[in-house]
DNA sequence: AGCTCCAGAACGAACGCTTGTTAGGCGCGG
DNA sequence: CCGCGCCTAACAAGCGTTCGTTCTGGAGCT
């Protein structure tokens, strides 16, 4: 169980392909950040594509899992700060990995592609879900749906470009900061809308304080 | 003027380059999109490099060219609708050349990236600044700027991923889409006068899939 | 008009190098 | 003393690019 090679390996992987891509990182870099010879990867993984799989395939569980914990009985405002905080905590939390699931997955092969281009889409409807529960019920505009969880995610996959895990900005802020956004917009009026952000305070537990500013 | 076989060959590169990415693209490739042998494209391009740098040089100008072209006297939210409608035009027009210049930028050698850098950072300035004057003027809610402009940009460069440019959604209704919920937010509460255009409609008919994702 | 001549475009083969991966042998811990 | 982990060496394939050559079309001269 201890395969603590295959594992330093597959973070190498996970470093170098987030900072170079996939095609331009080499294996003997892999194998050199583990500070072994190319040719004695092999002894650990089947192949270059195995380990990217690997990456892959880890990274979408990983967010799946995360959107599963988002309580389906709360509010939409506070499902959709939730979920959000899911999200970005999964990015930050696996930084490298995710900047690969997000810019690499296309390299896969075909069949692997379709994989999880279906994981994906399953994924987006969860937000199309919190989203249009929101607009069924009146609490959020009648925007459309699909387009408006497209801002969400579009906005949240794009963080890894550049977000920085060492700077002040803490994952739970970010999150609050966007969602507060897309929740209660630009346009000046503050909401008393928050409401919905204590619900969601509560249904995930946080020892951080989220502060805009 | 008529450098048609440079024009052939750089458009080539950018279909390819879009699709598998740089490094995973074959100058034998793109001599094969242009019908003529590998050996052949060096009597018209410096090298392969040399084709990365003119795809990206020519999207930052077109994007710098959009921004520019916003009314600077205008109230804020009807600036950051322009700016919106402006930087999603460019990626519509130009989609294979947006997803190089966004994914492929880093692959050029290090001065190149330096300076790409540095016209972004002065692009994203252009939008803080939209927002640092709403926030100023109190027609935007005191948000923190820096993310409230990442958040547009984030959203807006991620639309290559997903973007079908022969799908029904044309390049302004989505800027205005976009727009609206970024400036009005999910949460109800009726719409005031943005102070843009007509085309400020919450509710969108509902867009065919079409999904090459 | 007919001729020469040259520049540019394209070919096809080859270059040197790097790629991912494999094979065989060495050494050390259990 | 077995087997695992690692190394060295090598492999075939593919990479970007170069080179000498061929072909072609039009300008310039007579």
Redesign the interface.
Known sequence: MQNTRLLEITSAAERLFSHQ?Y??TTMRQVAGAVELQAGSLYAHIAGKEAVLEAIVVRAADEFEAAIARVPTDAAP?AR?RAAMRAHIRVIAANLPAAKVYF?DW??LPPSRVAEV?AR??AYEAAWQAI?AD?VAS???????V???A??C???????P??YDPGGALDPDS?AD??S????????????G?DGGAAAADRSIPDHSRSD??
């Open positions: 891509g095609h331009a405002p959709l810019h296309q390299h281009r994906r889409d989203i929101g009146g609490v959020f505009a009648p925007v459309d699909r387009l408006a497209r801002l995610l579009s906005a949240c996959n794009w963080i470009q550049w970010l900061a966007f507060a956004l897309v929740l209660g917009g630009l346009l000046g009026r503050d909401q809308a805009t500013r």
